[in-house]
């Protein structure tokens, strides 16, 4: 035989073992591989928690942050019960605890080494926020500073949580764990040799929950305000884990750096932040107060496990996840050390260099690096890609047992066609099957169950994905001689270049999240290049091989985003309003992220015999799922871990109309918080006001003639509910005074009035037409702004007997000299007084079934004409 018939032998023996298909029991193999390889790395990494310090443990572990103290010291907390502002509980027995646990420190602090000032400040003030003019009286904080005598620095770090809470819940994740973390690390610092280059101020919030007052009332009138340069704010929207570094700066990237070198548990990723601040996430944080009035750059961190408890009372100690205290304080002690120690906090302005783009990988370590470097590190590996593919095809022109090149080259040309249309077509089922889902009443199936999720919505996106391009391989095995494996990667460099598209899409909107694309296209990238390497070096690609190895740290990445994403975003949506449509938001993002992985997998199972059969099986998943989520398995509520959020206040409403009457009525007014409310109106209310009702109230009355809390509650006002019903019984009497009218001139007058209630008051100015004001005693932004009337003004009181005076002054046209000018609406709130509550109020409490939670309080709505 010679060489060339060997040769020849050789290359058709290659031939036929590339062309040959595996079993079909290999594919179900193949995918269970893949998950034991999600199970075993993605989810024990994502609860993943360092060992619990314990006091008795301290000797041996000095400068370090001892969880089961900060354990302790939350069920203490949690022990007190609710917290809001104004209550005797926040104001008095919650300050108590922490004044007693800082003068604890204190005493106990090396004297030699510290200088400790501290104080309970009570601030006043008013600001602009979500289309709101909001004043306080009298709100709580608690602010300490630490400082070494030999370290004297005018320029300090701020540390900031809240330990104010929502209504009825006592307020353990949110925010009581992260008040204990901060005592916690002030007690460690405290004790330790180590420089502390700047004063730290550690300021324990106490009311955050009515709007972020406490926040506003430090950094626009605390004395140590101006000194601060820099911030680490600690919040909560769920009941502990681990926390999400979420947003940081703005611009201010050395920030990242020190939490990139120095935070032991890293968890952040730039998508958070963007998504946050594009409103994706129903809440907000003191961060933003810190930013806009304060100019102070920052961390914002928050802990996001089990959402469901977010502001309800099983928000308690029991819930919290344990590995929550030592996971964080180890965090929260180490950043507070580095960033106090930082020489950036003496000039901050010189270190404004633009965003950061931040991630990290399964918690193991974090990668941080500049926007513009973020930038051209897209740039190359695009452009790297784009280069690889083509050596990579120029390679299969040159095959001997190939078609012509030309004919290779237009076969590649072809697959890219497929392989879009297979995008193309699991986009479409993905988000069909969210559409029907939301259209037949099915929607949220996945909200207790995200287990759901898999058939609902991967299992389109796998069967779209794969079903084209297996049909295009069996069309054409006959028509040409490319080689199977060739076919395969044709696939998926044809899915490499449309993410290169995504990638510098992103890339030109200014997205920072581009990195999301990159981190794939790099690992496909690395692949294609090896592959080369290995054809040049050793006559063979090693195709299977170097490319599964290199699509495991690209599939633990985005399945581990996956799976943060669903166990934060999903608990979101159960109060995200009831005009969202959650399983469209969810399908979007699943489909987003699962096209950076999927497709590079997927193809794979082109090389087991039935490929289509077994491609199929994941269309038949999704309609088994379809019908589960109609069966009690598929209800998504369930009772204590999982509920239906309604707000429900038992409302007096009294209206003084312009001919001198009066119209008085009382009821329960209902305001789902979720989109699926249709069953428990259905099945639970009985007598409820027809839907003219409120379309009357609307047409009359500022905001509908509605007690709202919240802007946001307008925007849902279509859903509310009204059922006529008993008078309730209020802790205190409203009674608005008018004190002085004057006419300033012919067109100008100006009205002044107190009121005298209860500690949150929320008013309606509604002018006629052909009125406007000109200047009133609140936050003067919605003016100045040119914003549209009626307007909303919120006002809190915390422990304060005197009324609230505030003034008007209007304009008006000549001829219009004896008014009516406007109305105005006076709705008070009464949040935290359960004891007032009748027994017609509890009855229809006792209605709603065990799998819905009601956050009700009693609440007044009264209108006059001036």
Same mark, same amino acid.
């Given at each position: 035989?010679?060489?060339?018939?060997?040769?020849?032998?050789?290359?058709?023996?290659?031939?036929?073992?590339?062309?040959?298909?595996?079993?079909?029991?290999?594919?179900?193999?193949?995918?269970?591989?893949?998950?034991?390889? %999600?199970?075993?790395?993605?989810?024990?990494? %994502?609860?993943?928690?360092?060992?619990?310090?314990?006091?008795?443990?301290?000797?041996?572990?000095?400068?370090?942050?001892?969880?089961?103290?900060?354990?302790?010291?939350?069920?203490?907390?949690?022990?007190?019960?609710?917290?809001?502002?104004?209550?005797? =509980? =926040?104001?008095?027995?919650?300050?108590?605890?922490?004044?007693?646990?800082?003068?604890?420190?204190?005493?106990?602090?090396?004297?030699?080494?510290?200088?400790?000032?501290?104080?309970?400040?009570?601030?006043?003030?008013?600001?602009?926020?979500?289309?709101?003019?909001?004043?306080?009286?009298?709100?709580?904080?608690?602010?300490?500073?630490?400082?070494?005598?030999?370290?004297?620095?005018?320029?300090?770090?701020?540390?900031?949580?809240?330990?104010?809470?929502?209504?009825?819940?006592?307020?353990?994740?949110?925010?009581?764990?992260?008040?204990?973390?901060?005592?916690?690390?002030?007690?460690?610092?405290?004790?330790?040799?180590?420089?502390?280059?700047?004063?730290?101020?550690?300021?324990?919030?106490?009311?955050?929950?009515?709007?972020?007052?406490?926040?506003?009332?430090?950094?626009?009138?605390?004395?140590?305000?101006?000194?601060?340069?820099?911030?680490?704010?600690?919040?909560?929207?769920?009941?502990?884990?681990?926390?999400?570094? /979420?947003?940081?700066?703005?611009?201010?990237?050395?920030?990242?750096?020190?939490?990139?070198?120095?935070?032991?548990?890293?968890?952040?990723?730039?998508?958070?932040?963007?998504?946050?601040?594009?409103?994706?996430?129903?809440?907000?944080?003191?961060?933003?107060?810190?930013?806009?009035?304060?100019?102070?750059?920052?961390?914002?961190?928050?802990?996001?496990?089990?959402?469901?408890?977010?502001?309800?009372?099983?928000?308690?100690?029991?819930?919290? +996840?344990?590995?929550?205290?030592?996971?964080?304080?180890?965090?929260?002690? +180490?950043?507070?050390?580095?960033? !106090?120690?930082?020489?950036?906090?003496?000039?901050?302005?010189?270190?404004?260099?633009?965003?950061?783009?931040?991630?990290?990988?399964?918690?193991?370590?974090?990668?941080?690096?500049?926007?513009?470097?973020?930038?051209?590190?897209?740039?190359?590996?695009?452009?790297?890609?784009?280069?690889?593919?083509?050596?990579?095809?120029?390679?299969?022109?040159?095959?001997?047992?190939?078609?012509?090149?030309?004919?290779?080259?237009?076969?590649?040309?072809?697959?890219?066609?497929?392989?879009?249309? !297979?995008?193309?077509?699991?986009?479409? $089922?993905?988000?069909?099957?969210?559409?029907?889902?939301?259209?037949?009443?099915?929607?949220?199936?996945? &909200? &207790?169950?995200?287990?759901?999720?898999?058939?609902?919505?991967?299992?389109?996106?796998?069967?779209?994905?794969?079903? $084209?391009?297996?049909?295009?391989?069996?069309?054409?095995?006959?028509?040409?001689?490319?080689?199977?494996?060739?076919?395969?990667?044709?696939?998926?460099?044809?899915?490499?270049?449309?993410?290169?598209?995504?990638?510098?899409?992103?890339?030109?909107?200014?997205?920072?999240?581009?990195?999301?694309?990159?981190?794939?296209?790099?690992? #496909?990238?690395?692949?294609?290049?090896?592959?080369?390497?290995?054809?040049?070096?050793?006559?063979?690609?090693? /195709?299977?091989?170097?490319?599964?190895?290199?699509?495991?740290?690209?599939?633990?990445?985005?399945?581990?985003?996956?799976?943060?994403?669903?166990?934060?975003?999903?608990?979101?949506?159960?109060?995200?309003? *009831?005009?969202?449509?959650?399983?469209?938001?969810?399908?979007?993002?699943?489909?987003?992220?699962?096209?950076?992985?999927?497709?590079?997998?997927?193809?794979?199972?082109?090389?087991?015999?039935?490929?289509?059969?077994?491609?199929?099986?994941?269309?038949?998943?999704?309609?088994?799922?379809?019908?589960?989520?109609?069966?009690?398995?598929?209800?998504?509520?369930?009772?204590?871990?999982?509920?239906?959020?309604?707000?429900?206040?038992?409302?007096?409403?009294?209206?003084?109309?312009?001919?001198?009457?009066?119209?008085?009525?009382?009821?329960?007014?209902?305001?789902?918080?979720?989109?699926? &409310?249709?069953?428990?109106?259905?099945?639970?209310?009985?007598?409820?006001?027809?839907?003219?009702?409120?379309?009357?109230?609307? +047409?009359?009355?500022? #905001?509908?003639?509605?007690?709202? #809390?919240?802007?946001?509650?307008?925007?849902?006002?279509?859903?509310?509910?009204?059922?006529?019903?008993? !008078?309730?019984? %209020? *802790?205190?009497?409203?009674?608005?005074?008018?004190?002085?009218?004057?006419?300033?001139?012919?067109?100008?007058?100006?009205?002044?009035?107190?009121?005298?209630?209860?500690?949150?008051?929320?008013?309606?100015?509604?002018?006629?037409?052909?009125?406007?004001?000109?200047?009133?005693?609140?936050?003067?932004?919605?003016?100045?702004?040119?914003?549209?009337?009626?307007?909303?003004?919120?006002?809190?009181?915390?422990?304060?007997?005197?009324?609230?005076?505030?003034?008007?002054?209007?304009?008006?046209? +000549?001829?219009?000299?004896?008014?009516?000018?406007?109305?105005?609406?006076?709705?008070?709130?009464?949040? #935290?007084?359960?004891?007032?509550?009748?027994?017609?109020?509890?009855? %229809?409490?006792?209605?709603?079934?065990?799998?819905?939670?009601?956050?009700?309080?009693?609440?007044?709505?009264?209108?006059?004409?001036?």
């Amino acid at each position: 035989m010679t060489f060339a018939s060997f040769d020849l032998a050789s290359d058709q023996k290659a031939y036929r073992k590339e062309h040959k298909k595996w079993p079909w029991y290999g594919a179900p193999n193949f995918c269970a591989i893949w998950f034991a390889i %999600f199970y075993a790395a993605v989810i024990p990494s %994502f609860f993943s928690y360092p060992k619990m310090l314990y006091v008795r443990d301290e000797a041996n572990h000095p400068d370090e942050f001892i969880g089961e103290r900060a354990m302790h010291l939350l069920a203490e907390y949690s022990a007190i019960g609710n917290k809001m502002v104004g209550s005797e =509980n =926040n104001e008095v027995h919650t300050v108590n605890f922490i004044k007693r646990e800082v003068e604890k420190i204190v005493e106990q602090s090396r004297s030699d080494l510290y200088d400790f000032e501290w104080e309970v400040q009570y601030a006043s003030g008013a600001f602009y926020l979500w289309n709101v003019a909001t004043s306080y009286a009298n709100v709580s904080n608690i602010v300490v500073r630490i400082s070494r005598k030999d370290s004297p620095n005018d320029n300090y770090l701020l540390v900031n949580s809240h330990y104010d809470s929502e209504v009825k819940t006592p307020g353990a994740g949110d925010d009581g764990v992260m008040a204990v973390i901060m005592l916690e690390t002030l007690r460690v610092i405290s004790l330790s040799d180590r420089p502390l280059d700047h004063p730290v101020v550690f300021l324990f919030n106490g009311a955050e929950e009515a709007n972020m007052l406490g926040s506003h009332g430090f950094i626009t009138t605390h004395r140590w305000a101006k000194n601060c340069k820099a911030l680490i704010n600690l919040d909560s929207t769920g009941a502990g884990g681990r926390e999400v570094l /979420f947003q940081t700066g703005p611009n201010h990237p050395w920030l990242m750096n020190y939490y990139q070198k120095h935070a032991p548990h890293p968890f952040s990723v730039t998508l958070a932040e963007e998504l946050f601040q594009n409103n994706f996430i129903p809440s907000d944080t003191d961060f933003r107060i810190f930013r806009d009035f304060g100019n102070v750059p920052g961390l914002d961190m928050a802990h996001a496990l089990n959402g469901y408890v977010y502001h309800t009372k099983f928000d308690n100690f029991k819930n919290l +996840a344990p590995g929550t205290y030592q996971s964080t304080g180890e965090n929260v002690l +180490a950043l507070t050390w580095a960033l !106090a120690n930082a020489p950036e906090l003496d000039d901050t302005a010189a270190h404004e260099e633009g965003h950061a783009v931040f991630f990290d990988y399964l918690g193991w370590f974090m990668v941080v690096y500049t926007e513009a470097a973020s930038i051209a590190i897209n740039t190359v590996v695009s452009v790297v890609a784009l280069i690889a593919i083509c050596i990579s095809i120029y390679f299969m022109t040159k095959q001997n047992d190939s078609d012509a090149p030309k004919a290779i080259v237009l076969r590649f040309c072809v697959i890219f066609l497929v392989q879009l249309g !297979a995008v193309i077509i699991a986009w479409g $089922l993905t988000l069909i099957v969210a559409v029907f889902m939301h259209a037949v009443g099915l929607s949220e199936s996945w &909200y &207790y169950g995200i287990w759901m999720t898999f058939g609902l919505y991967f299992c389109p996106f796998f069967f779209g994905l794969g079903l $084209l391009p297996a049909f295009y391989i069996q069309w054409t095995k006959h028509k040409t001689n490319m080689k199977l494996n060739d076919t395969i990667a044709c696939f998926m460099h044809a899915h490499c270049i449309l993410i290169v598209l995504v990638c510098v899409i992103l890339m030109c909107m200014g997205v920072r999240s581009a990195f999301f694309p990159m981190f794939g296209l790099f690992f #496909y990238t690395i692949s294609v290049l090896l592959q080369l390497i290995f054809k040049l070096i050793f006559k063979k690609r090693f /195709f299977m091989s170097v490319h599964l190895l290199c699509q495991l740290a690209p599939f633990l990445f985005y399945t581990f985003l996956n799976y943060e994403f669903l166990l934060v975003f999903v608990p979101m949506q159960g109060r995200d309003g *009831p005009d969202s449509k959650p399983d469209m938001l969810l399908a979007l993002f699943i489909a987003l992220m699962t096209m950076h992985f999927a497709a590079f997998i997927i193809p794979i199972l082109f090389k087991f015999r039935k490929s289509k059969i077994f491609i199929s099986m994941f269309g038949l998943i999704t309609i088994i799922f379809i019908i589960l989520a109609a069966t009690p398995a598929g209800f998504p509520f369930k009772a204590d871990v999982a509920t239906q959020r309604y707000y429900v206040l038992h409302t007096e409403r009294v209206l003084h109309n312009e001919d001198s009457t009066t119209t008085r009525e009382s009821g329960f007014y209902i305001q789902p918080v979720d989109t699926r &409310y249709s069953e428990l109106y259905d099945t639970t209310l009985k007598d409820v006001e027809p839907e003219s009702w409120l379309t009357n109230n609307c +047409a009359s009355e500022p #905001y509908c003639g509605l007690p709202l #809390y919240s802007g946001r509650w307008l925007d849902w006002k279509d859903s509310a509910r009204w059922i006529h019903n008993t !008078a309730p019984v %209020f *802790p205190v009497t409203t009674e608005l005074t008018e004190i002085s009218r004057q006419s300033i001139n012919a067109t100008r007058k100006r009205y002044e009035y107190n009121i005298i209630t209860g500690d949150r008051i929320v008013i309606f100015i509604d002018p006629k037409p052909n009125v406007r004001i000109t200047n009133w005693s609140v936050d003067d932004t919605v003016l100045l702004d040119g914003r549209s009337p009626p307007y909303f003004i919120y006002h809190v009181f915390s422990m304060v007997t005197t009324p609230f005076n505030f003034w008007l002054e209007f304009e008006h046209d +000549a001829e219009n000299t004896d008014g009516p000018y406007f109305k105005m609406s006076v709705s008070v709130h009464f949040l #935290y007084h359960p004891e007032y509550y009748t027994s017609d109020f509890k009855d %229809f409490l006792d209605t709603f079934p065990d799998w819905s939670y009601t956050t009700d309080w009693l609440a007044s709505y009264e209108s006059w004409v001036f």
